[in-house]
């Protein structure tokens, strides 16, 4: 009765990290999509956390998305070059070699999309490669000062009794 017990509480546990993290993936849709709604994402993409940012309002939004998606870099270069054009995105530039890079601009914004193979046992047994995906977005009145440290100076000698040997 014991194991069972022990059992049912450790899946109670793991469901409910689940419940979470699938909260999360659609709050943080939801906020991207309102905030880059003409840039597509992957549907099956799940977004990472930690390094992703967004700052600015209205158009003038600027950050970077990190995803994950299941699909292969090749799959996911077809994505971007068949969906974002539909959006009103111009490719300005791409490289496509391990490394996928296409520079998109719309309205002033820039967009990059870095698509890299994301190695894992489970795409080895499978014969697919999943893809990680870091989406930059720059809009040039984001960042109004473009010298905010011009007054400072360059470079400041350090203080001699600060410095512990």
């Known amino acids: 009765m014991k194991i069972l017990l022990k059992i049912l509480l450790a899946l109670l546990i793991l469901s409910g990290c689940s419940i979470f993290v699938d909260e999360y993936q659609r709050d943080q849709r939801k906020v991207i999509k309102y905030l880059l709604e003409d840039l597509p994402l992957p549907e099956d993409a799940s977004i990472v956390k930690v390094p992703t940012v967004l700052l ?3 158009d003038a939004i600027s950050g970077r998305i990190t995803l994950i998606s299941q699909y ?5 270069l077809i994505f971007y070059s068949n969906n974002t054009p539909q959006t009103g995105w111009t490719l300005v530039s791409s490289k496509v070699g391990k490394e996928i890079t296409m520079v998109y601009t ?3 914004r820039f967009a990059t999309i870095v698509i890299t193979q994301r190695d894992s046992f489970r795409g080895f047994v499978q014969g697919s490669w999943a893809s990680d995906l870091v989406i930059s977005v720059v809009h040039p009145d984001s ?10 100076d360059y470079p400041i000698d350090p203080v001699s009794e600060t410095i512990l040997d």
């Open 143 to 152: 960042i109004a000062n473009q010298q905010p440290f011009s007054d400072l």
């Open 72 to 76: 292969s870099p090749a799959e996911n």
């Open 106 to 108: 719309k309205n002033g």
């Open 56 to 58: 600015g309002t209205g």
